[in-house]
């Protein structure tokens, strides 16, 4: 059973990109899953999630009209497409999944290893 994040890299502001969570060893279409991103020397906040029924939840206001999650269920993949981005969405990316099926920040049963965001200025 294994999360694995993918996509990061480094950017400019206005920029944008796709990040991936492929799932191995489970469905995702069953679960909730989320993206979570820390910034250097802040604590790790979540950014959005999308249930078992592909409702959205932001979980910040920073990421609204600007961070699309989407399911690929053929694939086992999620996306996050992030647009405009700016310097403080620097950080990295973590993709979560909980087989509850609904989206709350915590908790998650499993985690990818992460992948770096960097955006410059």
């Keep these: 059973v294994q999360l694995q994040a993918s996509g990061g890299g480094l950017v400019q502001a206005g920029g944008s990109l796709r990040l991936s969570c492929v799932a191995s060893g489970f469905d995702l279409d069953y679960y909730a899953v989320a993206w979570f991103r820390q910034a250097p020397g802040k604590e790790r906040e979540g950014a959005l999630c999308l249930s078992s029924s592909d409702y959205t939840t932001y979980f910040t206001d920073s990421a609204k009209g600007r961070f699309t999650i989407s399911r690929d269920n053929a ?18 990316y973590y993709c979560a999944a909980d087989p509850r099926g609904w989206c709350e920040l915590s908790p998650y049963d499993h985690w990818g290893q992460g992948t770096q965001v960097t955006v410059s200025s």
């Design 75 to 92: 694939k086992n993949i999620v996306h996050l497409e992030m647009n405009m981005l700016t310097p403080e969405d620097t950080g990295v």
